[in-house]
């Protein structure tokens, strides 16, 4: 844990000192699931910077749940460009993403992401990777053969309407099976709105509320969460 933090660190330090756009965000989330047993609350932060034609963006935060042993909920890596195919403008997105439930169970995401937008609408399809593996000391400790579970490939899909009310505010609503550090099986989307404030020209004000399904074909009533998320974004 301590190396990806160290190495989470250098990237913040190094994006900071490079001559390029930079976007900082942080925001605060409470919610509740059939999984979180009560409320719990995240706490993330992250940067964004823009050098030439890249976009470099690192991602962290806390979790405050009855439910998890490690108050350190993720940190997240994205590298992404913008590019064309057939004349359309389309931008690309490589991550990677470490979620420690606990000291004894971590999860690794990989994938790769395209993002098109159109008029009012925007698409997103990619596909990751994931792996929930035991620590190595953990395994060895306890004489464990295998110590990963790995799930080949998973469909990633957003489809967000957008509607600026004027030149300041402006609303979202998407169906999608991933948001923030949460990335849900194909068959269970997330229901996600967002209004925005653009109160300066370098600030902007934002508000989420999610509405997280059970699955598709669960055969009980769908409705497995919800959250509400505030934040803040602003230019350095």
Do not use: C
Not at 151 to 169: A, C, K
């Amino acid at each position: 844990m301590k190396y990806r933090l160290i190495l989470f660190f250098l990237m913040l330090i190094s994006l900071q000192t490079l001559k390029a756009q930079i976007t900082a965000d942080i925001s605060m989330l409470g919610g509740t699931n059939y999984a979180s047993s009560g409320l719990y609350s995240d706490f993330a932060g992250g940067i964004t910077a823009v050098v030439s034609e890249w976009q470099f963006e690192a991602t962290a935060g806390v979790t405050l749940s009855n439910e998890r042993e490690n108050i350190f909920n993720a940190l997240r890596m994205d590298v992404s460009r913008d590019f064309s195919i057939k004349e359309k403008p389309v931008t690309g997105h490589v991550f990677y993403q470490w979620k420690p439930f606990s000291a004894i169970l971590h999860e690794h995401n990989a994938g790769i992401i395209f993002h098109y937008y159109s008029n009012k609408f925007s698409y997103d399809i990619g596909l990751n990777t994931r792996i929930f593996k035991l620590p190595n000391v953990y395994a060895e400790l306890n004489d464990y053969d295998q110590t990963s579970l790995w799930e080949p490939i998973n469909l990633m899909y957003r489809i967000t309407y957008y509607h600026p009310f004027s030149d300041q505010w402006d609303f979202k609503a998407s169906v999608t099976n991933f948001d923030a550090f949460l990335i849900q099986q194909e068959t269970n989307p997330m229901l996600v709105t967002n209004l925005g404030y653009q109160f300066s020209a370098t600030s902007k004000l934002y508000l989420d509320l999610g509405y997280l399904q059970a699955g598709l074909m669960n055969i009980r009533v769908n409705y497995f969460g919800y959250f509400i998320r505030g934040g803040i974004q602003w230019k350095l």
